[in-house]
C-alpha cells in the first residue's frame, strides 16, 4: 500500500478519535441534560453515532495494521500479485486493457487501477504471462489472456 493511503488512514483514524474521545461526550452530555433518555432523539442520535465511530475506527486500525504487514519479500516475482501492472487482451472485444493491481483504497477504475479484491483482481493473482483467465463479473464472463506483467519488484527496484 502506498504512503499516501497510509497517510490518509492515520488521518481518518486521528479525525475519528478525536470526535469519539472529545466531540461526542459533549453531545451526550448535552443530550442527557434535556431530561428522559428513552424519548431523547439527540441522546439516541448521539449513541448511534458513537456505535459508528467506533466500528469505523475499528475498521480503519484493521486496515492500517494489515497495511504495515505488506512484505514485499512474500509477493511472488514471477505471477501477478499486489502492485503488479498487467497487459490483458480482452478476448471478447480484441482490445488490449492495462491494470494495476491495488488496494480497494487505492482503486480507482478510471485511472486502471483495480482492487485485489475486485472479480477481475482475485481472478489474476497468482496468474502468470500467457495464462488464458475467465473471470465471472456482475456483467457476465469476460475472458483475457496475460499479454505483459511489471511486478512490484520490476518496477521498485
Known amino acids: 500500500m502506498s504512503n499516501s493511503v497510509i497517510k490518509q488512514l492515520e488521518t481518518e483514524i486521528k479525525e475519528l478519535e478525536h470526535e469519539l474521545h472529545h466531540v461526542l ?19 439516541q442520535a ?11 475506527l475499528g475498521q480503519m486500525k484493521k486496515r492500517l495494521a494489515d497495511a504495515s504487514m505488506v512484505n514485499l519479500n512474500r509477493i511472488p516475482r514471477n505471477e501477478i500479485a499486489f502492485g503488479s501492472t498487467v497487459t490483458l487482451k480482452d478476448l471478447q472485444r480484441n482490445a488490449e486493457v492495462v491494470y494495476t493491481l491495488v488496494s480497494a483504497e487505492e482503486a480507482d477504475v478510471s485511472q486502471g487501477k483495480i482492487s485485489i479484491s475486485s472479480p477481475i483482481g482475485r481472478s489474476l493473482l497468482g496468474r502468470k504471462l500467457g495464462d488464458a483467465i ?20 520490476d518496477s521498485n527496484p
Do not use: Q, S
Open 25 to 43: 461526550p459533549k453531545e451526550l452530555e448535552r443530550a442527557r441534560a434535556l431530561g428522559d433518555l428513552r424519548e431523547n432523539a439527540e441522546y
Open 134 to 153: 475467465e473471470v465471472r463479473t456482475p456483467a457476465g464472463v469476460r475472458e483475457f489472456e496475460v499479454l505483459h506483467l511489471v511486478t512490484i519488484h
Open 46 to 56: 448521539a449513541k448511534e453515532r458513537k456505535d459508528y465511530l467506533m466500528l469505523r
